[in-house]
T-cell receptor
Framework: GQNIDQPTEMTATEGAIVQINCTYQ??????LFWYQQHAGEAPTFLSY??LDGLEEKGRFSSFLSRSKGYSYLLLKELQMKDSASYLC??????????WGAGTKLIIKP | TAGITQAPTSQILAAGRSMTLRCTQD?????MYWYRQDLGLGLRLIHY???????GKGEVPDGYSVSRANTDDFPLTLASAVPSQTSVYFC??????????????FGPGTRLTVL
């Protein structure tokens, strides 16, 4: 079966750095997405990786290793507004988007 | 631009009643999707449409139906609601052109409670 694993919850301190991991087992791979979802709101697009390596976007970076079925989202200089759930999703060989259950990130002052 | 709108924002529905959740997008995206999101579970695909006039079943289609008469609208109908359909429903759309263009954009969601 197809599966995406993420930690359920993580806690970090304002101003610090946090890494949210995602491992996947899917039938084929056509790209990996990270979304941010604040409580009670819709998911919003953060990043897209299709080739191995690091993609940087301001305070957020996303890394992909296709051979290891592994990605991480790195958030730097954490702010209270970064408190949210972070969803990892993978397009499989049929372009079906498979979603992880999300990682709830709690930021403490 | 509005992006994707959904209506209603929330609804309480008696079991056995029917209901249609509305979704409209103004981005001229080819593909549209309906998901449900339940606590502790990932987004689960109910139905999708790759282009106007076509629809397909997702992971959890039972009890739901959709239609795609035009590019902009993708309503989801519950014919006879049951309590297990209590959930938050998200509509999404994408250009379905491959790669980054397959990024899905979400509406604000409909919170449905079936009693």
């Amino acid at each position: 079966g197809q599966n995406i694993d993420q930690p359920t919850e993580m806690t970090a301190t304002e101003g610090a750095i946090v890494q949210i991991n995602c491992t996947y087992q899917t039938s084929g791979f056509n790209g990996l997405f990270w979304y941010q979802q604040h409580a009670g709101e819709a998911p919003t697009f953060l990043s897209y990786n299709v080739l191995d390596g690091l993609e940087e976007k301001g305070r957020f970076s996303s890394f992909l290793s296709r051979s290891k079925g592994y990605s991480y989202l790195l958030l730097k200089e954490l702010q209270m507004k970064d408190s949210a759930s972070y969803l990892c999703a993978v397009y499989d060989s049929n372009y079906q988007l498979i979603w992880g259950a999300g990682t709830k990130l709690i930021i403490k002052p | 631009t509005a992006g994707i709108t959904q209506a209603p924002t929330s609804q309480i529905l008696a079991a056995g009643r029917s209901m249609t959740l509305r979704c409209t997008q103004d981005m001229r995206h080819n593909a549209m999707y309906w998901y449900r999101q339940d606590l502790g579970l990932g987004l689960r695909l109910i139905h999708y449409s790759n282009t106007a006039g076509t629809t397909g079943k997702g992971e959890v289609p039972d009890g739901y139906s959709v239609s795609r008469a035009n590019t902009d609208d993708f309503p989801l109908t519950l014919a006879s609601a049951v309590p297990s359909q209590t959930s938050v429903y998200f509509c999404a759309s994408s250009d379905s052109a491959g790669g980054l263009e397959d990024t899905q954009y979400f509406g604000p969601g409909t919170r449905l409670t079936v009693l």
